[in-house]
């Protein structure tokens, strides 16, 4: 076995971190939508954590350390944190668990529900141009001018461990509901969320087969799996999946990632329409575009659930209005 | 303590009966809407029960005590309702169960979503007009040519018995979260579920205050607790809210309601639509416009929420793409 960032034990640790402050998202099923993919799909509708989103469970993880390790002291300035809009509002909410200043930096173009929320939790939100500037060169500039501790938003082990909280919880549940999944399929941005989970996953279910899913244009998780080497994404029109347009994975996430998947599927943005809509009418849930690529690959047909168990990870929910009127009107 | 055609145990015996059939769905608060509205807002999102609403609970109960009597014999020719189509899904997924026939007689003009998933279910649909046709003549006319067991709506002791199981489980989950709610509000159409919730939520929480919502033109249920005798509503435009717009309340309700509700609000379409996309934001559900009266009493401040913890009861999700287009344009 490689020397991963993290192993099962850490999520563990982590889950005893996040236990009464991360809600225990429900695993949601539909009969209608069973019968009509001939096989059983049970969602983790992780839209329905705090702050819309996973990235609440792994945020908690990291700050909730630094407090365990006494950090907070007169010499504290707070964190730091640079994200599209999910991690931003899960370091916000830690941050205010705790007590501590938080300075978010967002793309100006980010949903407005992301920018506004982030705000409403009481962080300084720093505002940045995506196509002219670095995120991570303002993170870096401002955790050394005012002694800020960074947040990462995926390539940590801290935060892969309490994502992973996710993928434990779900297995949990399956096992009480007496359910081995054949298939898992969740979103990969920098690959935080997949790889905290396939951890958690391969532990409970040996046999299961976990797959990424991540949007057209921007498919680097799949090509560096094919390629065994970290690839980065080649500039490409904007995507609606805000959540997950990264750079490149991690380079923590992708040893795990090797180690775990059997692959990644690439999805087309008219899926994504396509699986809102799916959430909207058949599960009652608002999923953000990156939130639902797992169901799209699905209804896509690029990943076969007949006569399967399948656990999907809708993992957000923060969509503008605009957005679900596009997903309504798309079908 | 007057007569009344349930107890609090009828609804322990319903509970054992739909116990693993019925989803336990979960109750789900938003931290950034508590903050707004000042108080701690527990929803209960019975928007995910099967078939997208607490009808399932009613119908299972009766068509399992059906069967407990033993009556699916030879000389069974199915059951029939009526319903604008939550009742008919109900219905529908509990004969499907229970492997017998299902007609449901629903209004034309229902819901798109409602028509096909009771299709989808296998039952046999009879559309009626609304305006010009009586839908109990039709169903009593259909259950006496076929012999045809009628699954009432809500006059029903088992169905009102069911119906309670969601109070029954809202009320364990606040106590596991040592929470005792002052306040509980609920939407009326016949009276079925509020008089069952309340009569489970009063034996857990003698003080609490239950109030009901109905939509404005369709406001029986306020006049009639308010006159103490039931009242019928006048001819009026068509609302939104078609899941609880019925003639007139209960003979078998409206006593249970005159002994343990506060009152009642009439809520006001625009109310309702606010609602909606308060939902869909804060909460990532999409509840139908009859689902979320007790929200629009809120956000109206209808009902003051200020230092108080209270329960809302979100009973049904099942709202066509159109109507969500039109909540999410509303605001």
Redesign the interface.
Known sequence: MPNLAITYPDIITASQRINGHAVVT?L?ES??LN?RLGGRILFKAE??Q?T?SFKFRGAFNKVCKLYDQGLFNAEFNGVVAYSSGNHAQGVA?AAKHFGIAATIIMPADAPQ?KIS?TK??GATVVLYDRNNEDRAAIGKQLADDHKLTLIPPYDDADIIAGQGTLGLEAAHQLEALNLRPDLAISPIGGGGLISGIATALKNHFPHIKIWGAEPQNYDDACRSLVADQRLANEPAPASICDAIVTPIVGELTFPIMQHYLAGAKAVRQESVLQAM?CC??D?????EPGGCVGLAAILASQLEVRDKITLVILSG?NAD?AM??RA??A?
Chains 1, 2 share one sequence.
Do not use: D, H
């Open positions: 429900p949601i009969a209608l019968q839209n329905l705090r819309g909410a529900i929320n409403a939790l809509m909207m009418q599960l009652k849930l608002i999923v929910g209005p679900l009127t309504l009107r079908s």
